[in-house]
């Protein structure tokens, strides 16, 4: 039946007649002199049918540039594929309008559904010509707008607020059709001695991807992660600059997935914070554009680099940074911004470099006297990302060392000497050895650890959400004596109770228990390079190590703070009943002393008679596993005892 | 198999001797749960009963062990049956430990038969040695000091005190329960499972 249906398919198709072939159409329609004919001429090549209505055309003609349809979106099919109408040649004078619905479905009944159809009427290739369209995503931002403005060429938006620039950036669907998917797509440009800004071409950039075979995308996202990072962006775009070009990303917030009802949800349109919030549907999907040999490919990225666009307003997010939390305003660093509030109107400008020193003095004075400053001449945002959506304090010890090895590309090559590199770069930040000055410590952290062992910190929120209140005081929570340090006992109850909270609130996590670090807890910013302390393994490896005398617990505060409080050292060395510490152990760390000795004595004699019955239980347990051992090893050998036994029996 | 001659092992008095030590042991184990820890084990009715029951049978256990003392010592076998001698000590003692370890496991026959005359194998003798002549007359002493300490307060000074009279009663005593438990075991290893058990209930083994 299928073979059958299937020979159909070929030999018979549109109705057992041969099928028309697009050359076929194009004798007539590929060449202009179709335009030129006079009426009676043109009739004469078809059947006529004058009894049949006259469709609107809108801007389609007779004449189909051939090259230009097989390039276009439907450059691939046949004419009749969508002129099902014709059957042969000549085919009818007038023919019924050609159903898009056959293929785009869902298009067309969002479109059915609009304003923009009840209104003007129009049909789809009044507004998108079948014949030329191209791939949504590889129109322009031009061509896109070139739709509407066909028929909506002098809109008026006097209520809108930085006309020019929306109207230089931004397509009309991205506001006037709410339900279409945005998103925030960079791409990388490059200034020409004009000062015009363009996108850069594969070409220019293929040599410098060199290492990555020419695969730019990959010499971008060098940790193959599949997310640019901000300072992989910025790695690459320094790489350009070394290469003498003048780079910089370009955003456009850009729909990537229209949807065809306009206009009905018109008064949300003049809502401004429909884009200038970080709530904005568009920084949903932060992407950027990376050129490829054919075409480009889109690569996701952290949306830790809107912090980085001032060009669409969305302080919000700025509010959620480091600097933002602690209510630096823009105008604090970037003095200059203060002639762009005037009313000149809006404008662009470069930016002065901003002054960390006036509020980081002492680090400024530390750094600028270090070999780092003297050698590298960086100057503080060379490192760090003022606009860092993290504090320090809050940063992993892999985000730490990303500070470094913006630079410092590839750090294990310079380690060979170190035992079990892995290990140590796996949870130590560079300046652990680097910075002889930073002061050092371990870090506990309540954490909550689901059923595959992945482990998340629980904020505030989380832990009030646990004991039924809002905004808690962990800190009183833990420190029940209120002496503001935390003894292993006050945390292990604590812990006991997140975990009983937990498992009686629907068990969220398997376990909750502390996490531990060691981290700089306050960086010196005189870093050595290969100072004389870096290489001496018992700077950490004893259990005088300076991170010793400071092991503290992060305690999350209301607003997504932290603050920290003491804990006891002997956390590190005891067993506890529930494995605090179990997974973290540093070589060296355990020394014996006089004291513990002598608490050994003292435990020992504490415990006094009562030895007589944790020894005799001992007595006891030995002989049932004397007795369990015996009689179970007697069991297995019970054939082969007997069998010997019966076999000398014989012997006998 | 050559047919063994049946020959009295456990003489009567000494059977009689055993089970009503074997039973006065059990007692005082259960009691002295109780006496050592009032509020955990409630075996008897009360603290007070299980003291007497206590004292009862320590005494029981005191006229068995001389009565066991003066049948064999009546019979001049006590020396030869349980004191062991250098060699038993220095090379029978791994040999038997080996057995029981090892070779057992391995189907070998028993290398040792007991008889009227050589009862005990020389890791048997050495371990009843141990019991009989050193643990037992201690837990009996220790046991009479602490029955009445007001009496015997002299002595129970001399050696330092009632925690320290104490203090070996109670190891002793959970020497004594894991004995016991091993006792009970090994008798399981003769012929039979239950041939030992059954000599030291009509004297003769299979």
Known sequence: MFFF???CFIFCPRGGL?????????????SKEILQMSEEERLELVVPTPERKVVRKGNITLFVDPERFS????????CVDCHTEIEEIPHPQRMEVVDCGVCHEEVVEQYQGSKHARVSERLCYECHNPHYALPFERMSLDQRMGICIQCHKDVEHDWLPQQEHHFKYLECTVCHSPRAKKAIVFSITAEDERGNRRPLRYEELRPFAREHKGQVERAIDFNNDGVVQVYEINRFLSHLKEGGLRPSLLEQVLVIEPYHNYTDEVEHIKDCTMCHTSEAPFYAHVMLKVPKAEGWVSLSMDRAILAKIPSIPAKDYYYGTVHGKNGVECIDCHADLRVLRTEEGFQVKELGEPVCEECHEDIMEEYKNSLHYKVSKKICFGCHDPHSAVPFAQLTASERRAICTKCHCHPERAHDWLPQKEIHFKYLECTMCHSPGAEKGIVFYIRGLGKKGEEERLSNREIGELMDVDNPDVMAAIDRNGDGRLEVGECLQFLKLLNFLNSKRGKKWERIDFGVNVLVLRPSHNYTDKGTKAKECAVCHSSRAEFYSKVVLEIPEPGG???????????????????VTSDFYLLGEIRISKKDIAELVYVVRKIGYKWLDIIGVFFVLGAVAFVALHGFLRLLTLRLRRHRQSRERRED | MEQRPRELLH???????????GISIVMLILTGLQIRFPDVFVIFPNLKRAVSLHNFFGFVVLFTFFAWFAYYAAKRTLVKQYVPSKDEIILGMPFYANYYFIRYFLGDPHPFEPTPEVKFNPLQKTTYFGIMFIMVPLQVITGLLLWDIKTFRPIIEAVGGVRVVDALHIILAYVFCAFLLVHLYLATLGHTFFSHFKAMIVGYED
């Open chain 1, 18 to 30: 041969r099928a028309v072939e697009k050359d076929e159409c194009f004798e007539c329609h590929g």
């Open chain 2, 11 to 21: 003489p009567l008095w000494i059977r009689l001797c055993h089970w009503v030590h």
């Open chain 1, 5 to 7: 249906a299937v020979l």
């Open chain 1, 71 to 78: 390039s276009s979106v439907h450059g691939e099919l046949e």
């Open chain 1, 561 to 579: 703070t932290i603050s920290t409080a003491k804990v006891d050292r002997e956390i590190l060395v005891g067993i506890h009943p529930i494995p």
